[in-house]
């Protein structure tokens, strides 16, 4: 099948700030590469915290009339910006997939459907979200308001920068908030061009965005004392710098961070039926999509021990079969990391797993290409089998390995299940009401997939426990992130 053309870039990208597209203060841009061929592909403002400060300048000055701009004003603007992506959709797939090295078929039937719907979704729930108002006696009537915070700073990793982009704007500027948004500086050119596309749509200053480093632009943005809340999806390392500027500023917080998911298989999915064996080991599969990094990722694999064999072979079978390769090419599965330093990391967890006796089960080498891709950061499927106190069990490896262990009984796969600093995602599978019920229960982890994996729907509450995070992103329970409850009691 014939690859899909890449759009012309312009030569850099300024940032978007009141409205307008502004050249960096100080004038300096860093370079942006595609790590389909690991060639610069165009240039980013590198923003210092002049450039942040004018970004919140503009959101300061934007925040009265934005906030008191009625729901369904907002609404209507929320549902625009979903019609552009969709008028736009095969543009922004394609920018998604050159941005970060994800398949075209993934940011087709994911990243950019689960944008648009986000929009969709918020352009909903503000306009059939209701105040409360309760009768606290005869004479005084008790009134709850619910108001928008103020100026938000909301920081966004690599992996999905649209998706992420419209997860934290999307209830943020629905609430009535405005931002200043800052994008991972391995990806910022998807979301400039989208901005390039929706310029119009917002009133000046509402949502405002710059580029350039997590040191620079990102500490300059998270320790602002103008910011009324910070919203941070990335790194539980950076998360724990993040949580302390937010205690510096006693502002509330958001924090999506890192993970460790098991995804556990019962022996009841191999039982007679091999639709059901098949639809399971496309879900232990899962741990490649988006090549590993996804914060959800299902890393490591607990699979009961009498189907253990089975199991890895109908596993080792699939995986022989999964096209990888060049990324816009719209029948890969599996594409490009996002980076060198992201492909060196992962080889060399890969190394760790071996030196620590892991047994490898399939992969465990990098993705050799000829051609366009062959300086792009390409990386095999990889399947370590081992023990759950071992390193590459234990630490969040972001790249497309997945680390497979056996359990006995229902106790010892809740026990693994639990043996881990995280908890973000999980997965049980299982054809048994008991194990279906209880085990997800009894998992530590902000969402648990029951017989499916790696769906996100707007509707469904999403963030972690533990090192993972906290604070809930998606359904409209993410208002209330981006409000303060205000409070008037009423005499008449
Ligand atoms: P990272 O923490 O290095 O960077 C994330 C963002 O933070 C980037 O925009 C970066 O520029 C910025 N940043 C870096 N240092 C900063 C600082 N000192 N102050 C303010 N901002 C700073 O993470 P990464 O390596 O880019 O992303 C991968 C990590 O993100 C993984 O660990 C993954 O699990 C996590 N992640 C979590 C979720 C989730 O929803 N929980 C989603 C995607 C990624």
Known sequence: MSQVQ??????????????EFVAPVKGEYFDNVSPVDGKIFTKAARSSEEDVNLA???????????????????????????????????????LETIDNGKPIREARA??????????RYFAGVIRADEGTISEHDKDTVSIALHEPVGVVGEIIPWNFPLLMLAWKVAPALAAGCTAVVKPAEQTPTSVMCFME??????????????????????EALATSKRV???????????GRK?????????????????????????????????NFFDKAIEGALMFALNQG???????????????????????????????????????????????????????????????????????????????EI?????????????????????????????????????????????????????????RDAHELYQVPRAIQAGRVWVNQYHTYPAHAPFGGVKESGFGRENHKMALDHYRVVKNMLISY
């Not at 009324?228 to 950076?238: D, M, N, P, R, V």
């Not at 967890?349 to 071996?354: A, D, L, M, Q």
């Open 197 to 218: 596309l929706i310029k119009d749509v917002l009133p000046k200053g509402v949502l405002n965005i710059v580029t350039g480093f997590g040191a620079e632009a990102g």
């Open 56 to 94: 919140l300048d503009a959101a300061h000055a934007a925040f009265p009339t934005w906030s008191t701009t009625s729901a369904t004003e907002r609404s209507n603007m929320l549902l625009k910006i979903a019609q552009v992506m969709e008028d736009n959709f095969e543009y922004l797939a394609t």
């Open 374 to 430: 062959k300086d792009g950061y390409y990386i095999q499927p990889t399947v370590l089998k081992g023990k759950n106190d071992m390193r590459v069990f234990q630490e969040e490896i972001f790249g497309p390995v997945v680390s497979l262990t056996t359990f006995k009984t229902v106790e010892e796969a809740i026990e693994l299940a639990n043996d881990t600093a995280y908890g973000l995602g999980a997965g049980v599978w299982s």
């Open 242 to 274: 993040v949580m302390h500027n937010a205690a510096e500023n006693i502002i509330p917080l958001t924090l999506e961070l890192g993970g460790k998911s098991p995804n556990v298989f019962f022996s009841s999915v191999a039982d007679q039926d091999d």
């Open 110 to 119: 994911a990243d950019i459907p689960y944008c648009i719907d986000h929009f």
């Open 6 to 19: 890449k759009p012309t870039f312009k030569e850099k990208y300024d940032n978007f700030i009141n409205g």
């Open 293 to 371: 990094e996804i914060c959800t990722s299902p890393s490591r694999i607990l699979v009961q021990e009498d189907i253990a064999d089975k199991f890895i072979e109908k596993m080792q079978e699939r995986l022989a079969a999964v096209k990888t390769g060049h990324p816009l090419d719209p029948e890969t599965m599996i594409g490009s990391q996002v980076s060198k330093a992201q492909f060196e990391k992962i080889m060399n967890y890969i190394k760790i797993g071996r030196e620590e006796g892991a047994e490898v089960l399939a992969g465990g080498e990098a993705g050799n290409y000829e051609g």
């Open 228 to 238: 009324a809340k910070l919203s941070f999806t990335g790194s539980t390392e950076t």
